[in-house]
């Protein structure tokens, strides 16, 4: 089985790029050494990044949207789209002047349908992405210390277990010329004072446990967490305030077990329609 250690976007798999719009060269910058970026905010004003925070109100869902705004094609990607909210996004992007090439889950979602497969159907260069641990159909599978290319920057990918079996979570990479702070998308692995349920899936509370504390609390303190849900209102937090704040896993590991063994949350109205759709990247997906 091919296995992507590096996954390029590679200009001639696409289109010619669409007319820039004012919007998207707001955030360009002409430098290329380590850019800024305006904290606890959901756009970014880094040199090459171009971000948005995105939300689905059925499910609480966020979708993020990356691009390299710098880059002659401005290649983009959505992390967790949403099937119902396909339309907004594409709308988006293509107002942006973007160029969609990656469709990528943090995981198999219990809650909704993901939007990877109606995007395919609708932008058939995109490549959906998510991990070999998941089992899922996808174009792309990744797994641990893989980076997914757009452009000039790049996401690195880290096994996040526990909420799923294949869990992971997308962060920007740590070379000079890459947006600072480093940003987590870590899907239900860690919420904002909070954490994704243990209870079905291949749910582990033990290895959620080990997972955040192994791959997520060892980066920078300034690292923005951005979650693929949050129900409070929250929209971004940083790996230093969970270390200080999550009241779940700032405790010791036996404390979490027990947290979580009584959450009594109630079983999630979706299961049963989305995670057999979602093994397939989406009732819609094309992929085999
Ligand atoms: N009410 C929702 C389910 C809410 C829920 O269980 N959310 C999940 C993430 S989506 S599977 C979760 O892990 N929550 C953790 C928590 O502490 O809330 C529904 O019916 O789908």
Avoid: W
């Amino acid at each position: 089985m091919l296995r992507f250690h590096s996954l390029r976007f590679s200009s001639s798999l696409f289109a010619p790029p669409l007319p820039l719009s004012p919007v998207s060269i707001s955030i360009t910058k002409p430098t290329r050494l380590t850019p800024r970026m305006a904290s606890y905010s959901t756009s970014s004003s880094s040199s090459k990044l171009l971000f948005r925070q995105l939300f689905e109100k059925e499910s609480s869902t966020y979708t993020y949207l990356l691009a390299d705004a710098s880059h002659p094609e401005k290649p983009a990607l959505l992390i967790d789209p949403v099937d119902k909210t396909v339309d907004r996004d594409l709308s988006l992007i293509q107002q942006l002047g973007l160029k969609l090439v990656y469709a990528m889950n943090t995981h198999v979602h219990a809650d909704h349908v993901t939007g990877t497969g109606l995007i395919k159907s609708k932008v058939p260069v995109v490549k959906s992405v998510i991990s070999k641990a998941s089992g899922a159909t996808a174009d792309l599978h990744v797994e641990q210390g893989d980076k997914v290319h757009f452009g000039d920057l790049f996401l690195e990918i880290r096994a996040t277990p526990g909420h799923t079996a294949g869990c992971i979570t997308y962060v920007t990479g740590d070379t000079p010329d890459q947006p600072q702070p480093r940003m987590a998308f870590a899907g239900d692995a860690l919420l904002i004072r909070g954490c994704g349920r243990t209870d079905f899936q291949g749910g582990s509370s033990e290895q959620l446990y080990k997972s955040v504390h192994s791959q997520i609390f060892t980066l920078p303190k300034d690292t923005l967490l951005y979650p693929a849900h949050d129900y409070k209102g929250f929209t971004v937090s940083t790996v230093g305030e969970e270390l200080q704040y999550n009241p779940r896993l700032t405790k010791d590991e036996e404390t979490f077990k027990n947290i979580m063994a009584n959450l009594s949350l109630s079983y999630s109205k979706m299961i049963d329609i989305a995670v057999p759709a979602n093994m397939v990247c989406g009732i819609q997906s094309k992929t085999s």
